[in-house]
């Protein structure tokens, strides 16, 4: 068995709660006390991450106009840089801790990603 289970389909249904998540946790764990950008860089990328969704070429994208892969590597991007986030901007405490777990989960995920095998879903 492939530890690479993440289908295309799994990662599509993800995509939309975690979006809205990384708009509404910053404000319900209150972020942004060791720096402001801590509050702000996560509702950022929920709201960018919501674009993506809906412009990715899966299932549950509404205008399918960037390729699954596309989106897989700005994800990525995303990841890595919220585990450097901490570092770069002095986060500290809750801050960090939001950064550094959501980081690994989004790395984690690409990490257990299956290799795309159709040209759509």
């Given at each position: 068995m492939s530890l690479r289970f993440v289908t295309r389909t799994i990662h599509a249904y993800l995509d939309y709660?975690?979006?809205l998540a990384l708009m509404g946790l910053p404000f319900a764990l209150g972020l942004g006390a060791s720096n402001p950008?801590?509050?702000?860089?996560?509702?950022?990328t929920g709201v960018a991450a919501?674009?993506?969704t809906v412009l990715t070429d899966h299932h549950l994208g509404?205008?399918?106009?960037?390729?699954?892969?596309?989106h897989l590597a700005v994800d990525l991007l995303v990841g890595?840089?919220?585990l450097f986030a901490p570092?770069?901007?002095?986060?500290?405490?809750l801050d960090a801790v939001?950064?550094?777990l959501n980081g690994a989960a989004v790395v984690a995920v690409i990490s257990l990603?299956?290799?795309d095998q159709t040209a759509t879903a």
């Open positions: 709660p975690v979006a950008i801590a509050l702000w860089l996560s509702v950022a919501f674009v993506l509404v205008w399918r106009v960037l390729p699954y892969r596309f890595l840089t919220f570092s770069l901007f002095g986060f500290t405490g939001y950064y550094w990603s299956a290799p």
